[in-house]
């Protein structure tokens, strides 16, 4: 049986269609995911997102812990609020979970980590943080949805709490503020501005229609898997997992390798792995003609195969195939992709594909 968020009821009086999907009964789209997709780029959307954990870390050695177990610096959040975006590694230097972490208080941190990676999440980080004297708390009890678009903010800020309104209107990106069990984070995964609120779970429901009522769409997996893509933004599963390193998944800008005496877990795999050489290329990619790329599809260079896409669809925004892949270091720039026994041109690029509604590359 597939588990349900607090707003699954929700979902099912408003129309949408519900998929299975990691575990959970969630919602695919609520009519034409391409409206949806449109809506974010254009206007406001919103999504469900309670199925991602939400961990709060604390104790005076936090800080300390958390330069241990993730990949990027923690000591780079020197303001309340403000958040950063990291892997945690398996000391092979395999991504255990990409995630997101928020510096609140220097005894209290609080982390987002991926639905369908939750229980090993929370057993890896709570072995590692005995040794630290850290608590961890899951908070099970709290809602979140994803606010997101240009106009996201300015259709949310009046149904946020009286007291947390001005700071996070105030939010600089990749920031957050909070007020009582409220919490609104200037985050998000679709390359729009926006808000992700974390709410006490049994408001959520509320919150979802009068922010429906102020005419922010509501928005399933299909456009958020969209969007999130034209952004260039990764998804566990299918961009990296426990067998890849964050230097072969394009997350090398989230390795903080200085200061040289920060002993984080998977440090000296990495060390090893960048002074090796050779270390597949994550890479951007546009379908030159009709067709759709999807992952696990073959790349080309000649007669060579170099790689495989790792996500691929649709974009609705560039109205052409896009996809993100692995290849090889030497790979060059003429590649093709195996569709069906047919090889059609790819055409490589850098990414993101699109970012607050605009395409970055040339079509």
């Not at 890849?244 to 090893?272: C, M, Q, Y």
């Not at 790792?310 to 109205?319: I, K, N, Q």
């Not at 195939?321 to 059609?344: N, P, W």
Request: hydrophobic fraction near 45%; charge should be negative.
């Amino acid at each position: 049986m597939d588990r349900k968020t607090v707003l699954n009821q929700t979902h099912r009086d408003m129309g949408a269609r519900m998929v299975p999907f990691g575990g959970w009964d969630m919602p695919v789209n609520y009519g034409s995911q391409i409206e949806e997709h449109h809506a974010v780029r254009r206007d406001a959307g919103m999504f469900d997102v309670c199925h991602m954990t939400v961990v709060d870390l604390r104790g005076p050695r936090v800080r300390e812990f958390l330069r241990h177990l993730l990949a990027n610096d923690v000591d780079k959040l020197k303001t309340a609020g403000k958040a950063l975006y990291s892997c945690m590694l398996k000391p092979d230097g395999g991504v255990i979970d990409d995630l997101i972490v928020y510096f609140l208080t220097e005894d209290w941190f609080r982390m987002v980590v991926n639905a369908a990676t939750t229980d090993k999440d929370l057993a890896w980080i709570g072995g590692e943080a005995e040794a630290f004297d850290v608590a961890v708390e899951a908070r099970f009890d709290t809602g979140m949805i994803a606010v997101q678009g240009p106009q996201a903010r300015a259709r949310a800020e009046p149904l946020l709490p009286s007291e947390l309104r001005a700071a996070a209107m105030a939010l600089k990106p990749f920031s957050a503020a909070y007020a009582g069990d409220w919490f609104a984070g200037r985050t998000g995964y679709t390359g729009e501005d926006g808000f992700e609120i974390m709410l006490p779970e049994a408001e959520t429901p509320a919150l979802w229609r009068a922010l429906a009522a102020a005419g922010v769409q509501p928005c399933g997996l299909g456009a958020r898997d969209t969007l999130r893509l034209e952004a260039g933004m990764n998804l566990y599963g299918s961009d990296m997992d426990e067998s890849l390193t964050p230097l072969e998944s394009g997350l090398a800008w989230t390795v903080a390798l200085e200061p040289a005496e920060r002993d984080f877990i998977g440090r000296t795999a990495l060390e090893k792995q960048k002074a090796a050489g050779g270390v597949a290329v994550f890479t951007g990619l546009v379908l030159e003609g009709k067709g759709v790329l999807r992952g696990h599809q073959k790349v080309f260079d000649g007669d060579r195969e170099v790689g495989e896409i790792t996500s691929g669809g649709f974009s609705p925004t560039l109205e052409r195939s896009i996809a993100m892949a692995r290849v090889a270091a030497d790979a060059g720039d003429a590649l093709e992709v195996d569709i069906r026994g047919k090889r059609l041109p790819l055409r490589r690029v850098k990414m993101p594909f699109v970012r607050n509604g605009k395409p970055c590359i040339d079509l």
